[in-house]
């Protein structure tokens, strides 16, 4: 199997959510030794532009402009690093990260989306009273919202639904009590009740047999933090009770990169002010040094 060397893009982006400490993501891994532990070069850091509390009319999104102007910026240093035949490991910023990588691939051919997340995120902006990119970004990605989140470059869907496999989410009552439209059917969907009765390795190889079909290029995988169990990790905006613990994480990854058909990663939301002593930051370290790590990705 041919390896790739790892690079690190710092896109600390709160466009999505708010701007109360989810932009320290990526020095807070790299505190952690993250750099280290994959022999990662650090390619980019994207600083978005600044955050503006009014919810646009428009799009009843928060940022909307400014996330669609940012998110071909961070397409091109997806772009850069995948030119050099390297896997990018992106790190986010809250959730409305992804439209980044996935125009980046979308100009590139049909990729796949492997999204491990404990929300769905596939809100539409009519129902969501806070307008944040970061509920909607699954939704965006597959082509459902407004046009100006969801056509960027005229690329819409930036994936096909077909081709986007939701992965972990635990948020079924959120969804059904706020009026979420559901999933179509067919995004594929693994919920946390499905993945526990299947067990995390049936799961997550049923998952990535779905993402390397011939017809797609390859795929990209999401991790949101608060995938992971509320115990191991509490450090989120919108906490869950339950979720993967961070070995069942760690060996959804190791899935997913054995079947050489990932092409890179982001890791989003995780909220180093919510973590003082850093336990929850280590976590998400170890799981995605554990994964990734093991994959021997370096060259």
Request: proline share 8%; hydrophobic share 45%; net charge negative.
């Amino acid at each position: 199997m041919h390896h790739r060397s790892y690079a690190i893009i710092e896109a600390p982006s709160i466009l999505g959510l708010k701007p109360n400490g989810v932009e320290q993501l990526p020095q807070a891994l790299l505190g952690h030794g993250l750099a280290r532990k994959l022999n990662a070069r650090l390619a980019a850091r994207l600083m978005p532009p600044p955050y503006d509390p009014e919810i646009d009319p428009e799009t009843r999104t928060l940022n909307a402009q400014a996330i669609a102007e940012w998110s071909p910026q961070l397409a091109d240093a997806v772009e850069d690093v995948l030119e050099r035949d390297e896997f990018p490991v992106v790190l986010g910023g809250d959730c409305s990260i992804l439209l980044g990588p996935a125009l980046a691939l979308r100009r590139r051919g049909r990729y796949g989306l492997l999204f491990v997340d404990g929300h769905a995120d596939f809100y539409q902006p009519e129902v969501n009273p806070n307008g944040e990119a970061a509920s909607m970004d699954l939704a965006f990605a597959t082509g459902r919202g407004p046009a100006l989140l969801t056509d960027l470059e005229g690329r819409a869907p930036l994936v096909r639904e077909e081709d986007a496999v939701a992965f972990g989410f635990r948020d079924m009552e959120e969804q059904a009590e706020y009026g979420s439209q559901p999933l179509p059917d067919a995004l594929k969907a693994f919920d946390l009740p499905t993945v526990r009765r299947m067990g995390v390795v049936a799961a997550a190889t049923a998952a990535v047999e779905h993402l390397v079909r011939p017809e797609l290029d390859g795929f990209f995988i999401h991790v949101d933090a608060d995938c992971l169990d509320d115990a191991v990790m509490p450090a989120v905006e919108y906490r869950i009770p339950d979720g993967l613990t961070p070995e069942e994480l760690s060996s959804t990854l190791k899935i997913a990169l054995a079947s050489g058909k990932a092409v890179g990663i982001e890791v989003t939301v995780y909220n180093p002010r919510l973590d003082k002593n850093g336990d929850a930051g280590r976590v998400l370290a170890w799981a995605l040094a554990d994964s990734l790590g093991s994959s021997a990705q370096a060259a």
